[in-house]
């Protein structure tokens, strides 16, 4: 697989070496002309054309990124949210929400050991940079973040600020089987970084739709992909 990145922070940074550290990817072209890995599959340039997926953490417009991926018929995996209505139609898939928040933690519920039925009560929860909260609803996390204070941001989904290096997302969810526990920790850019590369490899699978969209189509696809880049999940039951 072709990869192109557009790459503006560290995300970035850890996307590339995580795309670079998988036998499927035999080419990886950074969009800006900044830091780029020292790797001989990495070039750099502006034509996406041929690319199985263009993806981007970076600072390039997204209008300008729609566009020249449009042109080349290639999907566009974009770590930040944004909202369809600001940016019009796309003729291609445009994931956008690439990220813990918004994508992992809900392709956790699709572990075998956490999946709900319509009757259970499910809460999803991770973490996000900020001064951690003195209050709140406490929700466990795996170490090193463990059991953290947190405010419900809307109904069932909680967020949990963090002042160190360190992140996570975690999904309880109770019923008659008992209480089931499923998350993840770790260095928070990599974490990030895991979830931007694994929505990725997905879009380049062709399991998308055109149109902008957050990637809650195909959970069970991320969280697989997220897995084979060694994501490690943590699980915990309760008996009824």
């Known amino acids: 697989m072709k990869f192109v990145l557009d790459s503006g922070s560290e995300i970035g940074r850890r996307t590339a070496w995580i795309l670079l550290g998988d036998k499927r990817c035999s080419q990886l072209v950074m969009l800006n002309s900044g830091w780029r890995p020292s790797d001989p599959r990495v070039s750099h340039g502006k034509d996406v054309s041929g690319a199985s997926v263009v993806l981007s953490d970076g600072t390039t417009p997204l209008a300008s990124l729609i566009g020249r991926a449009s042109v080349a018929g290639v999907p566009l995996v974009v770590w930040s949210d944004a909202e369809e209505s600001e940016l019009g139609p796309a003729a291609i898939p445009v994931l956008v929400g690439a990220n813990v928040g918004t994508t992992l933690v809900d392709a956790l519920l ?11 009560e499910v809460k999803v929860a991770w973490t996000e940079p900020g001064s951690p909260h003195r209050g709140g609803t406490p929700i466990a996390f795996p170490e090193p973040v463990g059991m953290a204070w947190t405010d419900e941001r809307s109904p069932g989904r909680f967020v949990a600020f963090r002042d160190d290096e360190w992140a996570g997302a975690t999904t309880i969810v109770e019923g008659e089987e008992g209480q089931r526990v499923v998350g993840v920790a770790d260095q928070g850019a990599h974490i990030e970084a895991l979830t931007l590369a694994a929505v990725g490899f997905v879009a380049a699978n062709g399991s998308f739709n055109t149109g902008i969209q957050q990637p809650l189509t195909a959970l069970a696809e991320i969280l697989t992909e997220a897995r084979n880049l060694e994501l490690e999940v943590a699980v915990w039951r309760s008996h009824p």
Request: net charge negative.
């Open 110 to 120: 699709m572990h075998p050991a956490s999946t709900p039925t319509a009757d259970d």
